[in-house]
């Protein structure tokens, strides 16, 4: 059978080298395709990840639409055909991948075409490498990453015993990171991380979180043990640590878990963590606060819901939409833009605003993925809308945990391109909650986006003291000033005058403002003595669902 020889001929060899690649090489999959034909092979390490069940498949499409991430189809199908005649090579393919656990990933796409020469066969050599893998060592303190920190709290979980989870987030570092510099600072982590290694033992590890974060798991611990452990730590860290010649005394805020037994995901337990971790900054000047005391009890989490809703990121974001609010011009309340707001809707919960889910979910890695997936949706589905209105911007939110990989700005140009979206026509929201970050690597990021010809704008101004300081350091397009100056404005002569000062400190530093939060016409009419740019409000339209922002467009 001429058509299937170089699969049976070679079979043994090829299936053994091609395995051996794989092992080789962790998070890469391969697989080949007959160039003629729709056949294809699957490595035993692909079939495994992606749940295929055979080795030869006779439609590749087939196997393959079930596996790439619907939105993302119409570039794998046009990509493969391409690569199969050796054009477009420049165009990097990337898509979105379900693993056989359900999970979606993000995988580049890498082909070379091979000959036969035997059977002057030509084959597409497909190789599939998984970009959301990170490496499992902290390349600054030389710690155990987050990545090892899920993945041994997986197998913590799985043993059955109690355990805590501890976070520790040292405080003001922000601040140490502007008087002192990124260099001195990186040096406090080395030091840190090395103070904390000596205090470990055989039941306990230490990783390196995000920014100045550490996570500990603590086997075999329970409250009295964790009290303890904790109150060592805070000793050790105040007693100070030496950084050149120079002692530094360390702060922290810390929260923790404790976990009597469980089998449910180790997301789960660092998210609550993680809360807990938020907590006990913004309410409890860095005390310790156990998730299982204190939040809990304090009904502002629903366990559940962050359960399923954490499961709705990792299925693709199933669930989740993007509701869109109109922004006006302030003078002739003509639609000149919108923010995207996103929603999750599922039974029995029914629709679950952002704000039941949004605080939390800031605080964990997977927002990354959930930020992503609204800033595709919303510019998949508004690109069209440019066609009717010509100066239409779309505003989107960007949270701290996008903004802080460096994979996001390759995901946005990516995303932009996908959709054929004009960067001009983009605006991204940052907020407050950006904050951890240091100034000058917003800047950094504000500018290279800006290098596209992308808006920034500073959200919710002026509720906190960080915005300033970072309108101050990266050189943002707009302002939107929070609705809670917007309030009551008119009886009260303080909003007045600090609305009236931040739209001229904007003007004259040449940028725009909107002002959030008008719900009447009265209001509007009082507001324009201000001469902001633009308004936002229910006064215009709620957010609403695509079709009907489209009617309202169309008038
Ligand atoms: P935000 O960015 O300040 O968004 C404006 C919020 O104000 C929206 O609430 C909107 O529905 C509400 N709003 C707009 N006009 C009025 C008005 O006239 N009166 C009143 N009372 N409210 C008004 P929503 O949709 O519940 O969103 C809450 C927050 O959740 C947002 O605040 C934003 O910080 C966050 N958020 C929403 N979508 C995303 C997202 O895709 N990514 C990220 N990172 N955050 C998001
Ligand atoms: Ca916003
Ligand atoms: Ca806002």
Redesign the pocket.
């Known amino acids: 059978m001429k058509e299937q020889g170089f699969w049976h001929e070679n079979a043994n060899y090829i299936d053994s080298v091609m395995n051996k690649l794989n092992t080789l090489a962790a998070d890469t999959y391969i697989y080949v395709l007959h160039l003629k034909q729709n056949k294809a092979w699957f490595s035993e390490t692909a079939k495994a990840y992606f749940g295929i069940n055979d080795t030869y498949v006779s439609d590749h499409y087939e196997i393959m639409r079930g596996i790439v991430h619907p939105d993302d189809w119409w570039e794998y199908e046009e990509g493969i055909p391409q690569r199969m005649q050796g054009k477009n090579l420049d165009w990097e393919l990337c898509v979105r991948m379900k693993a056989a656990s359900g999970e979606y990933h993000m995988f580049s796409i890498h082909t070379d075409i091979v000959t036969d020469e035997k059977n002057s066969e030509e084959y597409l050599l497909i190789l599939l490498h998984n970009e959301n893998v990170l490496p499992k060592i902290d390349a600054l303190t030389d710690l155990y990453s987050q990545v090892r920190f899920v993945a041994d709290l997986d197998a913590t979980i799985g043993n059955k015993e109690p355990f805590a989870v501890l976070m520790i987030k040292l405080e003001r570092f922000t601040n140490l990171n502007i008087i002192y510099g990124t260099e001195f600072t990186n040096q406090i982590l080395k030091e840190t991380a090395l103070q904390l290694i000596y205090m470990m033992d055989e039941h306990s590890a230490v990783y390196r979180l995000d920014g100045p974060k550490f996570g500990f798991i603590l086997r075999n611990c329970g409250r009295e043990k964790l009290l303890t452990f904790e109150q060592q730590l805070r000793d050790k860290l105040e007693k100070g640590i030496y950084v050149n010649h120079r002692q530094i005394t360390l702060k922290i805020c810390a929260g923790a878990i404790l976990i009597e037994q469980y089998d449910g995901e180790a997301d789960s337990i660092t998210s609550k963590a993680a809360y807990a971790l938020g907590h006990s900054e913004t309410e409890h000047q860095g005390k310790m606060i156990i998730f299982n005391d204190e939040v809990r009890t304090s009904g502002n989490v629903d366990l559940d819901l962050m359960k399923v809703i954490h499961q709705s990121v990792r299925e693709g974001c199933k669930g989740f939409y993007v509701e869109y609010?109109p922004i006006v011009d302030s003078m002739t309340g003509r639609i000149v833009g919108a923010?995207?707001?996103?929603r999750w809707r599922r039974e029995p919960y029914g629709t679950v605003?952002?704000?039941m889910f949004?605080e939390w979910m800031?605080k964990d890695p997977l927002?990354y993925e959930l930020?992503n997936y609204?800033l595709q949706t919303a510019l998949r589905e508004t690109v069209g809308i440019i066609e009717i209105v010509p100066d239409f911007v779309i505003n989107?939110?960007?949270?701290a945990r996008q903004m802080e990989r460096e994979e996001f700005r390759a995901e946005v140009l990516r995303i932009l391109e996908q959709t054929k979206f004009p960067p001009s026509h983009l605006c991204l929201?940052l907020?407050e909650r950006c904050k951890d970050m240091p100034f000058d690597v917003i800047k950094q990021e504000v500018e290279f986006f800006q290098g596209y010809g992308i808006r920034m704008a500073m959200?919710?101004y002026g509720t906190g003291s960080a915005s300033s300081g970072i309108v101050l350091n990266a050189p943002m397009d707009e302002i939107k000033l929070d609705?809670s100056f917007i309030r009551g404005i008119t009886e009260d002569a303080k909003k007045q005058a600090m609305v009236k000062s931040i739209v001229n400190f904007a003007n004259s530093s040449g940028m725009s403002t909107c002002l959030?939060?008008?719900?009447t016409e009265k209001l509007q009419n009082y507001l324009r003595e201000y001469r902001a740019t633009w308004f936002?409000?229910?006064?215009y339209s709620?957010?609403i669902e695509i079709g009907k922002f489209w009617e309202l467009v169309r008038g």
Do not use: A, K
């Open positions: 609010q923010e995207s707001l996103v605003p952002p704000g949004i800031e927002m930020g609204v989107v939110n960007v949270s929201e907020t959200d919710d609705m959030e939060g008008v719900e936002q409000g229910y006064y709620r957010p």
